[in-house]
Nanobody, 121 residues
Framework: QVQLVESGGGSVQAGGSLRLSCVASGFTSSTYCMGWFRQAPGKEREGVAL???????RSTASMKGRFTIAQDNAKNILYLQMNSLKPEDTAMYYC???????????????WGKGTQVTISS
């Protein structure tokens, strides 16, 4: 059973940084795509960044340069380093995953419960 558990959210002032972590377990395939998504109140969920088991990365253009996705394969942990945070980055951040080669689409099969990020001005 795939489990994704996020942590690292919190409240920071604009301009600050946070690093989110997602511990993954129960993977049944060595080929996968994992990523981060976010959903702000009253808005649709949007993709932030994806990474596959080969290390290929896809990022949303508006967040590229401030947000960096990374993975520790040995520890089965996915990270999202967020810098220069803005109030509009306030959202619930979710870790997600699916099996298969490459991150060809943003559709995912497994989701964590999320971690809240709140940025004050």
């Amino acid at each position: 059973q795939v489990q994704l558990v996020e942590s690292g959210g919190g409240s920071v002032q604009a301009g600050g940084s946070l690093r989110l972590s997602c511990v993954a377990s129960g993977f049944t395939s060595s080929t996968y795509c994992m990523g981060w998504f976010r959903q702000a109140p009253g808005k649709e969920r949007e993709g932030v960044a994806l990474v596959d088991n080969y290390g290929n990365i896809r990022s949303t253009a508006s967040m590229k340069g401030r947000f960096t996705i990374a993975q520790d394969n040995a520890k089965n942990i996915l990270y999202l380093q967020m810098n220069s945070l803005k109030p509009e980055d306030t959202a619930m951040y979710y870790c997600a995953a699916k099996f298969g080669r490459y991150c060809l689409t943003w559709d995912m099969d497994y989701w964590g419960k999320g971690t809240q990020v709140t940025i004050s001005s």
